[in-house]
């Protein structure tokens, strides 16, 4: 079974600073892997897709790396902002999953002014 | 309006009622899904729906029965809701003949079962 760990559970930064959120996981067949954000009580927003054929994805102040060999996929958030703060969650489909996504727990952002 | 949506958005209800939650969508997206969230424990895959008449159990399906009456349309229900069931609901589309396409998600409903 896909496990996807997303490390540091909780992250707390000035304004201004880089953001750099970690996801992990298991198994390297994966079909696609996406980072969504959550505020509280809301529902997720979609932030990035990153194929399986893809290295990176950027987006604005937004960029997500993926490297299937290791496991590891890592958001940069740059210049982080108050309005960054939320939980981001990583979700992992795999290819022979039928395009079931399994998440990680998420890490809780706070940037401070 | 929003691509998925889902009704209602808060519900309050009485253990042992059967409550209904119903998620439409005009992605045009073939599949469908529903995930429930508690703190803790993060997203759990309830039912999915690959087409009209593809309907099967994600890991915690227990409890919990859904009907695709289109393919716009997904509704989950709880025959006998009970508390250990107040939880954040979320229904989510996709399109997996497309790479590129991940998920959409709804609002979510937020259940309490008292």
């Known amino acids: 079974k896909q496990e996807v760990t997303q490390i540091p559970a909780a992250l707390s930064v000035p304004e201004g600073e880089n953001l750099v959120l970690n996801c992990s996981f298991t198994?390297?067949?994966?079909?696609?892997l996406q980072w969504f954000r959550q505020d509280p009580g809301k529902g997720l927003t979609s932030l990035l897709l990153i194929q399986s054929s893809q290295r990176e994805q950027t987006s604005g102040r937004l960029n997500a790396s993926l490297d299937k060999s290791s496991g590891r996929s890592t958001l940069y958030i740059a210049a982080s902002q108050p309005g960054d703060s939320a939980t981001y969650l990583c979700?992992?489909?795999?290819?022979?999953?039928?395009?079931?996504?399994?998440f990680g727990a998420g890490t809780q952002v706070v940037v401070t002014p | 309006d929003a691509d998925v949506t889902q009704t209602p958005r808060n519900r309050i209800t009485k253990t042992g009622k059967r409550i209904m939650l119903e998620c439409s969508q005009t992605k045009g997206h073939d599949r469908m899904y529903w995930y429930r969230q508690d703190p803790g424990l993060g997203l759990r895959l309830i039912y999915y729906s690959f087409d009209v008449k593809d309907i099967n159990k994600g890991e915690i399906s227990d409890g919990y029965s859904v009907s695709r009456q289109a393919q716009a349309k997904f509704s989950l229900s709880l025959e006998s809701a009970i508390p250990n069931q107040t939880a954040l609901y979320f229904c989510?589309?996709?399109?997996?003949?497309?790479?590129?396409?991940?998920?959409?998600f709804g609002s979510g409903t937020r259940l309490t079962v008292v």
């Open positions: 979700a992992v489909a795999l290819t022979d999953s039928w395009g079931k996504l399994q």
């Open positions: 989510a589309t996709s399109d997996f003949r497309d790479a590129t396409v991940g998920y959409t």
């Open positions: 198994d390297s067949a994966i079909y696609n």
